[in-house]
RNA sequence: GGGUGCUUAGCUCAGUGGUAGAGCGUCUCGUUUACACCGAGAAUGUCGGGGGUUCGAAACCCUCAGCGCCCA
């Protein structure tokens, strides 16, 4: 562990301190929450990754994020709970079991039910979890002792009872449906397990019926025909009008079925007539429901035609669609016919296979009580989207959710706990109780979101009423792409808020976006662009890839990533060490009182001034969740302000060995910044700060306060000047081809304030005081600088210096002198916007008088 | 099809009415005892096109074009 005073290495290497670093702090015990303190809360729940995940570079956004939050809260006095934990992520987790299975030419089938299972958490056990290793690396400031999983036995716990309390609630119940169905998967998946891809399909008109008595349907999904129980039409479609009612014969079955009207029907897509397949769309199951019309069932749940009595039972649907065309044709009935035609249909998010809509009897939450609260918990103002911009979405979502499929065929997750007696019976068996003998239980287990939709009141011991619940409940904020706004930010509040009696699971909804590659594309393995946070913390460390993450974190937008900008990020850190290490080298100090500003030079004033600035305006920059501006802004004060100019101006103080004030001062300024840069980059801010102050740990450290005291603004200005002077004399000197290392005789001469930090403006410029015979000389403002460039002087270079700013000047002049000369502008302008074109115009001819003087005296080439 | 967002320097992006900015990249010079993972200096934009509002527009309005996302 670093100590106070410990000389610096002259290179900083993350990889040998990130480690020892985060050892400290967990043994040191900070990141655990006292549930009994008496201090204000401060929450967050960590999204659970998947137990089957590793760490990708959206988690490690996410997770710098929420870091970043929870150490500035824990800084600023509040007892912070930031709790970690894993999905048990159904699918996916029973997919990766029985992927390694299948290598070994099993099914889970082979295993049973039981054995798969435990098989499972087995898998869980020796592979599971891997990114909480990962999170480590990041810095993550979690509370280890709370971690969770959404199915250990408190939450399985919750699961139950909260099933029990929904259904006693009915808004839990049972119902036979058209589900969207993988067919790979072999279970029901929810609407949003379901992506819309523009797949090139075909459209096909086909006539059914004959002579007077037949119509023509458009249909993408000509294989589900023998499943028709009716064509449907719009009831006002003058065409079909005298149609509605009665029948036309289905071809291919020869079966005759009605015409019905319907609402539904959109007159001005295909034909205006589509056939109604009630058990194989949802759409015409709606219209089946409002006309009778009867469920034909004609394919299994592996999506092979069955059942339809014809010669295409037994094909895979795909080939049944070719297979019905091509016999159509042959008929004569295909009237027209695209291909291909694009247009969207629904895949399984996890494995991609095209879904099949599929009429069966499946577990729902009734959505619309709960989708209510929901939303007015946000209209009401007790919960923030943050940014607000995205609320329309989630309004959006919230106003037209359809009923929650809850129901997996799957063996992985929560079972669910109804049990049926041999007679039909059906029991819902709460927590604690068992079902009578002879009951048997329900075969499915629930969605994963069901459970993780508990995230933010189960963890905290949810349903008995525990220290955690009371202090930690509802949580300050949830951090979370907007990505999963629909999965997951919406279950919560819909299980929280009823839960809890209404209390909405969060005080605020922070959305940020999707980290993309460096040309803004999405990141994906077919494209090849993705890339590796743990590869870039091993080669730049963490804190350079939080502090690039941070800075690309505008609110709700997604952000560009490139290697090089994490380079750059390092390169910052890098910046950061070699700074504290000179400073250091010059007697910096937190030792004893900061002297009175009034006693200060103007240089001292400066920095504490910017300090002040930077901040107050970082911290509230903060709260606002802004982290790209704030670490923007931090960013340029440390280096511009602080390395480049504060520290180029002190070393003539330093040099000369009366320093006592400034390295005070410094101390104070890199004390102060290593506060306000420790939640952004947490390991080179330790190991910085403690070995400057030898105080413990940043960690628990006070958050900095803007000392209002020293903004100065005289200072300010004066600094400013100072700066325009050096860049000034630099460029002459760049442009006379005199090197900026070179010491050359010169002196600056001027007047008032300023005139006292003319030999700390000569240290910088490598101005040597002693007497000579000057061979340049030009004026910066009030200031005279004279030089010996022992030669004469480039007339050539310096005439096109002065003839590049005498245009730039005289283009300023102009555009003042026609603002001032416009009768409307002086008219309608605000009075403090004409003062300052005023000025303006003052200035730029003062400085035309003084180039053109210049030039004038310039001899010729 | 409905909604929504974007278009500013080579790239990625800030910038919601008053002289166009940052990071990275580019060019020139430079190893000065904090730092070459650095320093100094420089170049680069009719702010997507067109129209309008205004004394004044990158910003506000309309329109066109291109790109993206969400939902169906």
Known sequence: MSQRGKELASTFSPAEIEAPLYEKWISAGYFTADANSSKEPFSIVLPPPNVTGILHIGHALDQTLQDCLARIKRMKGYEVLWLPGMDHAGIATQNVVEKQLAAQGMSRHDLGREEFVSKVWQWKAESGGAILDQMRRLGDSVDWSRERFTMDDGMSNAVVTIFRKMYDAELIYRAERI????????????????????????????????????????????????????????????????MIGTEVLLPLVNRMIPIIADELVDPDFGTGAVKVTAAHDPNDFEMALRHNVPFVVIMNEHGIMEGSGTEFDGMDRFDARVAVVAKLKELGRIVAEKRPYIHAVGHCSRCDTTVEPRLSKQWFVKVAPLAKASADAVRSGAVKIEPEELAPRYFDWVDNMHDWCISRQLWWGHRIPVWYGPNGEMVVVGPGESAPVGYVQDLDVLDTWFSSGQWAFSTFGWPEKTNDLAKFYPTSVLVTGYDILFFWVVRMMMMSTFAMDGVPPFKTIMLHGLVRDQF?????????????????????????????????????????????????????????????????????????????????????????????????????????????????????????????????????????????????????????????????????????????????????????????????????????????????????????????????PGRLTTSGELAKYASAMGFVLKLEAKEFTPTAAFEIGSVKCELDLSGTVDVVAERARLTKDLATIQKDQQTAQVKLGNEGFMAKAPAEVVTEIKERLVKTQAEIERITAALAVLPSA
């Open 520 to 744: 803004g594309k999405k990141m994906s393995k077919s494209r090849g662009n993705v890339v590796d946070p743990l590869e870039f913390m091993d080669k730049y460390g963490a804190d350079a890839l939080r502090f690039t993450l941070a800075r690309g974190a505008n609110p709700g937008t997604d952000q560009a990533l490139a290697e090089e900008w994490v380079g750059g990020s390092r390169n910052f850190a890098t910046k950061l060490w070699n700074a504290t290490r000179f400073a250091m080298m010059n007697g910096a100090t937190v030792e004893g009182p900061i002297p009175d500003a009034a006693s200060l030079n103007a240089i001292d004033k400066w920095i504490l001034s910017r300090l002040t600035e930077t901040i107050r305006d970082a911290d509230s920059l903060f709260e606002k969740f802004e982290f790209a501006k704030a670490s923007e802004l931090i960013y340029h004060f440390a280096w511009d302000d602080l390395c480049d100019w504060y520290l180029e101006l002190a070393k003539e103080s330093f040099a000369t060995g009366s320093a006592a004030d400034s390295q005070r001062v410094l101390g104070h300024v890199l004390d102060q910044l290593m506060r306000l840069l420790h939640p952004l980059m947490p390991f080179i801010t330790e190991e910085l700060w403690v070995s400057l102050t030898g105080g413990e740990s940043l960690v628990i450290a006070k958050w900095p306060e803007a000392n209002l005291n020293y903004l100065d603004k005289t200072a300010e200005n004066l600094v400013t000047q100072m700066q325009a002077v050096i860049t000034e004399v630099r460029r002459f000197r760049n442009d006379q081809g005199v090197k900026a290392t070179a010491k050359i």
């Open 179 to 242: 589900i969207n169905w993988c067919t790979r998967c072999l279970t029901a998946l929810s609407d949003i397990e379901v992506e819309h891809q523009d797949d090139a399909g075909e459209f096909v008109q086909v006539r059914y019926g004959d002579g007077e008595q037949s119509i023509v349907v458009a249909t993408t999904r000509a294989e589900t025909m023998m499943g028709d129980g009716a064509v449907a039409v719009h009831p006002d479609d003058p065409r079909y009008k005298h």
